[in-house]
């Protein structure tokens, strides 16, 4: 049976799974509707799965949606990330505030981030495939994007002094202060 733990933003979820291991390897469901929903409390149909890799020091996002915004359940098949969410719902308690964990191939963890979030990751190893499942189709139309640094956020993002990898779109960030929230 997985196992769900609330992070620093009770909205924002951890999934442990139970793993069956043996001589010839592992299993475990990675995904069942019923028990999302049992443990969670909420009932959502995922509409889009999205695969991605990305090299050490790769820092994705902060991502969102302004319209049609993605609620989403994001695990590691390879590798191992820092995955964070940041709440920016103007008119919830925790406004501005993230929370994170490590996702990883080995911990097989998910995380759900809510609508009304913004994402993003860091890649910690090598490299690192993620895989997540959204509950709203993609609208580059509508994304926007937070800037990674933003003090006013204050996200303590493992890089040990390290500079990340960022692209063009990720450098161009709005701090939290002249972003379009919800």
């Given amino acids: 049976m997985t196992t769900v733990q609330t992070l620093d933003i009770p909205e ?19 995904f069942n509707a019923r028990e999302f929903s049992a443990l969670s409390g909420l009932a959502f149909d ?27 359940l994001v695990r590691v098949t390879a590798g191992e990330v820092f995955d964070v969410a940041v709440d920016i719902r103007k008119s919830s308690p925790a406004f501005g505030r993230w929370a994170g964990a490590r996702l990883s191939a080995e911990n097989k963890c998910q995380l759900w981030i809510p609508p009304g979030f913004a994402h993003g990751f860091l890649c910690l190893s090598e490299y690192a495939e993620i895989l997540y499942k959204t ?35 990720d450098q161009t960030g709005v701090p939290l202060a002249l972003a379009e929230v919800f």
Avoid: M
């Fill in 46 to 72: 995922f509409v889009q799965d999205n695969h991605s890799r990305s090299a050490r020091r790769v820092l994705r996002g902060l991502h969102y949606q302004l319209r049609q915004p993605q609620g989403k």
């Fill in 135 to 169: 509950t709203d189709y993609y609208a580059p139309e509508h994304e926007r994007c937070l800037i990674w640094n933003d003090p006013a956020i204050g996200i303590d993002w493992p890089l040990a002094g390290a500079s990340p990898v960022l692209s063009a779109k």
């Fill in 12 to 30: 924002v979820l951890l999934f442990a799974p139970k793993v069956f291991c043996d001589a010839r390897g592992f299993f475990f469901e990675s």
